[in-house]
């Protein structure tokens, strides 16, 4: 089973997406900020992190960009509900308007691509 | 010396002068007692259109909480049979949560995985000497069956789905498993399931009732709905269909065939509503303090029962079509914050045949307007 961690500061949004990822057979642990997302990070193995760009503390891209220092191939998805961003840590960005059910092709995506770079 | 016809004449005498002493009152054998009421009540709010089955599973239960199951055989051999998407695992996964809370709590065996002779070996492990032994954990084990038990139930559900899928070295084993509720595993450990509830699923004859449900070939008129006629027959063609395949032993071992009922409109509507409160269900849990709700038109109650129910699949897709168009986009509304603690959403049907989401009140916005 696929792990994905979704960290959004939206504790009500955290909660139904990791639901809703369930329902798809991810096992989804929800954050609601980056310093929690690094702490479980550190303590539980995943396969994606999807998270929401403007927190408080430290923001998506800071928290990707710690993230690829721990494990450098784990894709990240940005999702913001400004102009999107891009950043040599962000695999994909999705507007937030159009989160479902773009994020589940999404991590679909970003998934099978990092199954075929292991195999090769 | 006296005839065993005089004894019985003399105790029946002696019954009757005790119940005239002692004053006689009638007994009713069909009463449960509470905590099987309370199961059944339980399997009936969440099961729709299929008494048969709820019937069966409570009469076992009963039998084993007043332990008057069969000893050295399991609690009870169930088959059920019926077209898919008519809810035969789902009963399964009701009949956990009403006794453990939890719908994952059985252990299931999928026989397709186990279609060739070999493959038993992923089952009950590799006997010594052979390959993999010691390797590969067996699935049904002891601890695996046991996992669920608590200090107040000691009962195991079993689900072995799709049975007419299983290899001939599966058959035997199953022979054993209904007949004496034990299985040796490859490691010569014995596993007892005595204390198992065996759950048997078949879509056997899924085609022919496909055929009855459709209308058949040729110039018949389909089916808009489901008759009473209609599951007579769908009775009779899945009886026989597994009365062609299996072996009058594997019949005899069963302890109930119940062939479920397609799902009527009035049925779906109750499923839907079911599957809409869980929804909310889910949502008032995921929303913690910033929950709201949400209420569809009938005319999107119609839709839903459109687009996720056929005669064909039953409520099979309805599920999925709930979370696409529902929870997907209730979802959406909370991460752009376009909802909030106590609102409600009215979900309607537009002319173009899309759902509009609107939002009725804020209750609490008014209050602290107000």
Redesign the interface.
């Known amino acids: 089973m696929k792990a994905v961690l979704f960290v959004d500061d939206n504790e009500a949004l955290c909660r139904l997406t990791c639901d809703i990822l369930r329902l798809e057979g991810y096992r989804a642990v929800p954050a609601y900020n980056a310093a929690e997302a690094l702490k479980v990070f550190d303590e539980e193995d995943f396969d994606i992190v999807v998270t929401d760009m403007r927190m408080d503390g430290m923001d998506g891209l800071e928290l990707a960009r710690q993230i690829h220092n721990k494990n450098p191939q784990l894709p990240v998805i940005l999702v913001t509900a400004y102009e999107p961003v891009s950043g040599e840590h962000v695999r994909e960005c999705l507007a937030k308007e159009d989160l479902f059910p773009h994020l589940l092709e999404k991590i679909r995506l970003c998934l099978s691509e990092a199954e075929v770079r292991k195999a090769s | 010396m006296r005839t065993e016809l005089e004894n019985s004449v003399s105790a029946s005498r002696h019954l009757n002068s005790a119940q005239e002493s002692a004053g006689a009152s009638a007994l009713d054998a069909t009463l449960h007692g509470e905590a099987t009421r309370e199961f059944e009540a339980f399997l009936h709010a969440r099961i729709v259109g299929q008494g048969a089955a709820i019937d069966a599973v409570t009469e076992m239960y009963q039998m084993f909480l007043v332990a008057l199951n069969p000893p050295d055989r399991p609690v009870g051999n169930l088959l059920f049979l019926g077209p898919t998407g008519s809810g035969k695992t789902y009963v399964v996964e009701v009949v956990a949560e009403a006794l453990f809370g939890d719908r994952r709590a059985f252990l299931k065996i999928d026989c397709a995985e186990f279609q060739e002779s070999h493959e038993i070996a992923k089952l009950i492990g590799s006997p010594p000497g052979y390959v993999g032994h010691g390797e590969t954990q067996p699935l049904l084990t002891q601890e695996a069956l046991n996992r669920w038990h608590t200090e107040k139930l000691k009962l195991s559900l079993l689900l072995l789905d799709e049975i007419e899928k299983a290899s001939p070295a599966l058959w035997q084993l199953l022979l054993g498993i209904l007949d004496k509720g034990i299985l040796t595993l490859g490691s010569n450990r014995q596993v007892d399931l005595s204390q198992t509830l065996i759950f048997m699923t078949s879509n056997l004859g899924a085609a022919e009732m496909g055929g009855l449900i459709e209308g058949g070939m040729g110039f018949v008129a389909h089916p808009t709905s489901v008759d009473t006629s209609l599951d007579e027959k769908i009775t009779r063609t899945a009886t026989e269909a597994a009365r062609r395949k299996f072996s009058p032993e594997f019949m005899n071992r069963l302890d109930k065939v119940v062939v479920f009922n397609t799902l009527r409109p009035e049925h779906l509507e109750q499923v839907l509503e079911l599957e809409l409160a869980k929804v909310k269900q889910?949502?008032t849990?995921?929303?913690?303090?910033?929950?709201f709700t949400f209420c569809c038109s009938p005319e999107v109650n119609r839709w839903l029962l459109r687009e996720g129910t056929d005669p064909k699949y039953g409520a099979r897709h309805l599920k999925r079509v709930i979370?696409?168009y529902i929870?997907?986009?209730?979802?959406?509304l909370?991460?752009?914050?376009q909802v909030s603690t106590g609102d409600c959403i009215d979900i309607s049907l537009k002319p173009d045949g899309s759902l509009a989401f609107t939002k009725i009140v804020a209750v609490a916005s008014v209050a602290a307007a107000g």
């Open positions: 889910r949502i849990h995921a929303a913690g303090q910033s929950h979370e696409r929870v997907y986009a209730l979802a959406n909370v991460a752009t914050n």
